[in-house]
């Protein structure tokens, strides 16, 4: 069997990190408890990602619907994302460039300064980046790219008819990287979800029924095995 970093070299791979609940509630423990686990989770298969040669990788960490959840339970994936951003110092080291996708405005401002201070010191770095979405949502990155395009044809800056798809891009969060290859969702749902609703126009779909807790270095083999066995035909033939 050829060997992962053969088959990953530059891919770029978007991951809906799903099923933590449902992983905690078999135990009989708190859902919590399944955020904690799946963000150590989350820090391995990023090391795993860096190793075999992935280009980028898009995690999908909250959703500008998740806060429709009971406050102790945003509020403990809050303070887990703090402490992983505190802990995100190490990818510099391992020379992974960060970059937040979302509306950071409704985090806690220490956060804030931490994710812009993380953002710049990584910016240089040369290795995979690393894209983790948080209060992000598809649909409000493409209403805030238009809002912005917008802004820009208010003050003349830019006419009407120079809206292409090519301006829309350079106003999304993920400006400048690839779009996702594939987007992976473990915990057998098939739905977006409202992850990447631009950027996923011609992503594979890799559906797994592994819940996310329970993710390991060998699944995301096996998600890249079924995305190289797809054909992908962007509308030709
Ligand atoms: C994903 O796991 C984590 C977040 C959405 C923040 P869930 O918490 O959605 O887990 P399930 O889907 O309830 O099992
Ligand atoms: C998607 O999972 C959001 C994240 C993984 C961050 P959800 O658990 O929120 O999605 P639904 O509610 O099942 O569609
Ligand atoms: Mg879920």
Same mark, same amino acid.
């Given at each position: 069997m050829a060997q992962p970093e053969q088959f990953a070299q530059g891919l770029s791979i978007g991951i809906i990190m799903d099923g933590n609940g449902r992983w905690a509630?078999? !135990?009989g423990l708190p859902r919590t408890a399944g955020h904690k686990k799946g963000a150590e989770v989350f820090q391995d298969i990023t090391r795993y990602c860096n190793e075999i040669g992935? =280009?980028? %990788?898009?995690?999908?960490?909250?959703?500008?619907?998740?806060?429709? !959840?009971?406050? =102790? =339970? %945003?509020?403990?994936?809050m303070r887990l994302f703090g402490e992983y951003l505190i802990k995100a110092f190490d990818y510099e080291k391992e020379n992974n460039r960060v970059v937040f996708l979302g509306d950071r405005t409704a985090l806690e401002p220490r956060y804030q300064k931490l994710m812009d201070e993380i953002e710049q010191k990584t910016a240089h770095n040369t290795g995979m980046t690393l894209n983790v979405a948080v209060n992000y949502g598809g649909r409000a990155e493409i209403v805030r790219a238009a809002r912005a395009l917008a802004e820009k044809v208010a003050k003349g800056e830019l006419r009407p008819e120079d809206i292409d798809e090519a301006a829309m891009c350079s106003e999304m969060y993920t400006h400048g990287q690839k779009d996702p290859d594939f987007i992976?969702?473990?915990?057998? =749902?098939? !739905?977006?979800?409202?992850?990447?609703?631009?950027?996923?126009?011609?992503?594979e779909l890799v559906e797994m029924d592994v819940l996310w807790p329970d993710f390991t270095r060998h699944d995301l083999d096996l998600a890249i095995e079924e995305f190289n066995r797809r054909t992908r035909r962007f509308g030709g033939i």
């Amino acid at each position: 069997m050829a060997q992962p970093e053969q088959f990953a070299q530059g891919l770029s791979i978007g991951i809906i990190m799903d099923g933590n609940g449902r992983w905690a509630k078999k !135990r009989g423990l708190p859902r919590t408890a399944g955020h904690k686990k799946g963000a150590e989770v989350f820090q391995d298969i990023t090391r795993y990602c860096n190793e075999i040669g992935v =280009e980028s %990788v898009y995690f999908y960490a909250f959703s500008t619907e998740n806060w429709s !959840r009971p406050a =102790e =339970e %945003v509020g403990a994936i809050m303070r887990l994302f703090g402490e992983y951003l505190i802990k995100a110092f190490d990818y510099e080291k391992e020379n992974n460039r960060v970059v937040f996708l979302g509306d950071r405005t409704a985090l806690e401002p220490r956060y804030q300064k931490l994710m812009d201070e993380i953002e710049q010191k990584t910016a240089h770095n040369t290795g995979m980046t690393l894209n983790v979405a948080v209060n992000y949502g598809g649909r409000a990155e493409i209403v805030r790219a238009a809002r912005a395009l917008a802004e820009k044809v208010a003050k003349g800056e830019l006419r009407p008819e120079d809206i292409d798809e090519a301006a829309m891009c350079s106003e999304m969060y993920t400006h400048g990287q690839k779009d996702p290859d594939f987007i992976l969702r473990p915990s057998g =749902e098939k !739905r977006l979800s409202n992850f990447m609703l631009w950027q996923a126009a011609y992503s594979e779909l890799v559906e797994m029924d592994v819940l996310w807790p329970d993710f390991t270095r060998h699944d995301l083999d096996l998600a890249i095995e079924e995305f190289n066995r797809r054909t992908r035909r962007f509308g030709g033939i």
